[in-house]
């Protein structure tokens, strides 16, 4: 039952940020990112109340949802973008993929989640002040420095600025959104390779 609320919580807070953006004609760059970290950050405090398969099984739904509107071109708060992405559905697929992996171990889990909550946000905020078309020197800077400051919460510092300038690279050459899927699983590998 209480997964369920936490669904519609999730549920709730997309169609909010629809209605807002459409209200206020938002940029969907600033939209997108404002759902990435509130996203991640609903993720984190619903983790306290359902299991790992109900977290799987959400995540799913979610992606189902979010791909038809991706199609459909419904949320526009995801969708009305002047770029080709798909981050919006990646995101929910490196979720699934940490959640798998990482769901029963919690600070692997956290980290993962800060991970995607964080550093892509920030470095395209920046990086879109520069240059709207294209990812930016500054960016990955940015996004190298914030990835740091996440993974030396966990981590020693060997593996820290290991990872760190894996994930940046991986971020970089990642197109279309495609990041939010692909440093999950760098990340993933980079712990069962070093750590685990």
Request: proline content about 3%; hydrophobic content about 55%; overall charge positive.
């Amino acid at each position: 039952m209480t997964f369920l609320i936490v669904g519609l919580l999730f549920l709730c807070f997309f169609i909010a940020l629809e209605l807002i953006k459409r209200h206020y004609k938002i940029n969907a760059e600033f939209t997108r990112k404002f759902a990435h970290i509130f996203g991640g950050a609903g993720v984190l405090i619903s983790i306290n109340y359902i299991s790992k398969s109900e977290f799987i099984f959400l995540t799913t739904l979610f992606l189902i949802g979010f791909s038809i509107s991706h199609r459909t071109k419904l949320l526009k708060s995801f969708t009305e973008l002047p770029r080709k992405t798909y981050g919006e559905i990646t995101y929910l697929l490196g979720l699934a993929v940490l959640g798998y992996f990482f769901f029963d171990t919690r600070n692997l889990f956290i980290c993962g989640i800060l991970l995607l909550m964080f550093p892509d946000s920030l470095a395209g905020l920046i990086g879109y002040r520069i240059n709207k078309n294209r990812k930016t020197f500054v960016g990955s800077t940015v996004y190298f420095i914030i990835t740091v400051i996440i993974l030396i919460m966990f981590f020693p510092i060997y593996f820290v600025i290991l990872t760190a300038i894996i994930l940046t690279l991986v971020e970089y050459i990642s197109p279309y959104g495609f990041d939010n899927f692909t440093v999950p699983i760098v990340y993933v590998l980079l712990i069962k390779l070093f750590l685990i």
